[in-house]
């Protein structure tokens, strides 16, 4: 995998991306529940990687597409 530009570290991360945005649609997960099953150890640590993705908060982004 690294051969091709892939670190076992970035396809985790793309995971935890994809599925944060499913996770969180809709008020399916709260962020604390979303966190915990992404595998944060804390629910900043977790906020901290989706504002890093998207720009916003999870709380902000949750609140965009719901409704």
């Known amino acids: 995998m690294a051969a091709s530009g892939f670190t076992h570290r970035?396809?985790?991360?793309?995971?935890?991306?994809q599925h944060?945005?499913?996770?969180?649609?809709?008020?399916?997960?709260?962020?604390?529940?979303?966190?915990?099953?992404?595998?944060?150890?804390?629910?900043s640590a977790f906020t901290r990687a989706f504002t890093r993705w998207h720009g916003?908060?999870?709380?902000?982004w949750q609140g965009t597409t719901s409704g």
């Open 20 to 43: 944060a945005l499913k996770y969180l649609r809709n008020g399916e997960h709260s962020v604390s529940q979303t966190a915990f099953l992404l595998g944060y150890s804390e629910g």
């Open 10 to 17: 970035l396809l985790v991360e793309d995971v935890r991306r």
């Open 56 to 60: 916003c908060s999870p709380r902000s």
